[in-house]
């Protein structure tokens, strides 16, 4: 089992969501404390992945267009990959 974080959160929930989470961490085989961290993460992890606006700091501006105009370059590892069949075709 992971080890506790140096800071606490607190969060209040009420006593239908507590019932819930506890039997959501008893059904993952884990405390409430290490299971809500988990999810916690999990969460957070797929917000900021799912992220559809991209901040560009103005500094960096003329080095990422310099990027996008920039020619793709060859892979041939990619190249060799898009000629593979898919295993569930085979």
């Known amino acids: 089992m992971p080890r506790a ?9 009420s006593n239908d969501e507590r019932a819930l989470l506890e039997a959501a961490a008893e ?6 404390s290490d299971f809500i961290r988990r999810r916690a993460i999990e969460a957070a992890e797929t917000d900021l992945l799912e992220r559809r ?3 560009i700091p103005a500094k960096d501006w003329a080095k ?13 590892a ?6 593979t069949q898919p295993l569930w075709r085979k």
């Open 5 to 13: 974080a140096p800071a606490v959160l607190s969060v209040r929930v």
């Open 53 to 55: 606006v991209v901040t």
């Open 64 to 76: 990422f267009e310099a990027w996008a105009s920039a020619p793709s370059k060859a892979v041939p």
């Open 27 to 32: 059904q993952a085989r884990t405390d409430l």
């Open 78 to 83: 990619l190249r060799k990959l898009a000629k």
